[in-house]
Nanobody, 126 residues
Framework: PLQLGESGGGSVQVGGSLNLSCATSGNTLNNFCMGWFRQAPGKEREGVAAIFPDGEAEYVDSVKGRFTISRDNRRNTLYLQMNSLKPEDTAMYYC????????????????????WGQGTQVTVSS
C-alpha cells in the first residue's frame, strides 16, 4: 500500500503560481507511476499530468507549457509546479499512484490509479 497526502493549494490571482506537493509513505515511491488529477465543481475528474519512475512525463494539452510535474524518489514526494494560472484551473487537485509493474499513461492521464490522496483546493480568481 501507499499513503498520499497533498499540500500547497490555495487562492491566487490570474497569472500567479502554486507548487503542489504530494508526500507519500508506506512504500518506496520508485515503485510507482504517479499522476495529478483535478476536479472542478460539476465536472468530471480529469488527468492533468503523469510521470514514470524514470521521470518521463506527459501533460494534458490545457496545461502544457504552464505546469511541470516532478518527483523526488529519495524524499518520496511528488510535485506539481503550476505557473500562469487561469480561472479554469480552479479545482480540487489530487495525486494518485499506480504500481510501476502495470502502469500506463494517456495524454497526461495516469490510467487506473490504485491509490489516491485526499486532495488540495486550488482557486484562481480574476
Amino acid at each position: 500500500p501507499l499513503q498520499l497526502g497533498e499540500s500547497g493549494g490555495g487562492s491566487v490571482q490570474v497569472g500567479g503560481s502554486l507548487n503542489l506537493s504530494c508526500a507519500t509513505s508506506g512504500n518506496t515511491l520508485n515503485n510507482f507511476c504517479m499522476g495529478w488529477f483535478r476536479q472542478a465543481p460539476g465536472k468530471e475528474r480529469e488527468g492533468v499530468a503523469a510521470i514514470f519512475p524514470d521521470g518521463e512525463a506527459e501533460y494534458v494539452d490545457s496545461v502544457k507549457g504552464r505546469f511541470t510535474i516532478s518527483r523526488d524518489n529519495r524524499r518520496n514526494t511528488l510535485y506539481l509546479q503550476m505557473n500562469s494560472l487561469k480561472p479554469e484551473d480552479t479545482a480540487m487537485y489530487y495525486c494518485a499512484a499506480k504500481s510501476r509493474i502495470s502502469c500506463s499513461m494517456r495524454r497526461g492521464t495516469l490510467m487506473g490509479p490504485d491509490y489516491w490522496g485526499q486532495g488540495t483546493q486550488v482557486t484562481v480568481s480574476s
